[in-house]
């Protein structure tokens, strides 16, 4: 069965520090990956998703960066956290296509100070 | 201007009662999917519509795709505690990319 990673489980950092989040997918082969980041209590923002590995595409404009460097491992990063960079932030997989579920991994709670 | 909306916002009602939610777009759609998130989670998928008026159940849910695939309703018979939660709707964008809406909170007392 397939499952999906995610660490650390939360973080504070203050402002001006790096970030460096990882999502590792199991069980599975060649998967699209995405970052959202979710506000307290609302909706998802997509931040970047991934086809392949190297592939790499951007829904925002932003301080945040993604990296692919292996098939199932799909990092997000930033040089210099902002306030504005708190929150909840997700990583999925999906096998592809329209009806095709994603799954979430737990969710990296992230606080800058 | 969100691509989906969701309303209500916020739902809070009594153990027993039934509600219904809904996922409306100005947009066509080949498909729609609704998830439930708890907090401190993701979210996980409930269901997958594709045809227009197609009319899924899962239990006490019902859900329905509209005719015209522009919109969607969750209906929820004799809520219970452990349906609390976020009601997130998403569709599938151009290109490999999914869209949520900014979803509905429900909480159920007992």
């Known amino acids: 069965s397939q499952t999906i990673h995610q660490w650390p489980a939360t973080l504070v950092q203050p402002v001006g520090s790096p970030l460096s989040l990882e999502c590792t997918v199991e069980?599975?082969?060649?998967?699209?990956l995405y970052w959202y980041r979710q506000a307290a209590g609302r909706g998802l923002q997509l931040l970047f998703y991934?086809?392949?590995?190297?592939?790499i595409s951007s829904e925002v404009p932003q301080n945040l960066s993604a990296s692919r460097p292996q098939d199932r491992q799909f990092i997000l990063s930033s040089k210099k956290l902002l306030l504005s960079d708190s929150g909840f932030y997700l990583c999925?997989?999906?096998?592809?296509?329209?009806?095709?579920?994603?799954?979430f991994g737990p969710g990296t709670r992230l606080t800058v100070l | 201007t969100q691509l989906l909306e969701q309303s209500p916002q916020f739902l809070s009602i009594q153990e027993g009662e039934n509600l219904t939610v809904y996922c409306n777009s100005s947009?066509?759609?080949?498909?729609l999917q609704w998830y439930r998130q708890e907090p401190g989670e993701g979210p996980v998928l409930l269901v997958t519509?594709?045809?227009?008026?197609e009319v899924k159940k899962l239990k006490r849910l019902t859900f329905q795709f509209g005719d015209a695939r522009k919109d969607s309703s969750l209906h929820i018979t004799a809520a219970q505690p452990g349906d609390t939660g976020l009601y997130l709707c998403?569709?599938?964008?151009?290109?490999?990319?999914?869209?949520f809406g900014p979803g509905t909170r429900l909480s159920v007392l007992p």
């Open positions: 999925a997989w999906s096998a592809g296509g329209a009806e095709n579920e994603q799954f």
């Open positions: 069980g599975t082969s060649n998967p699209n």
């Open positions: 991934s086809v392949g590995i190297g592939q």
């Open positions: 947009s066509v759609f080949s498909s």
């Open positions: 519509v594709v045809t227009g008026g």
């Open positions: 998403a569709v599938y964008n151009y290109g490999q990319n999914f869209v």
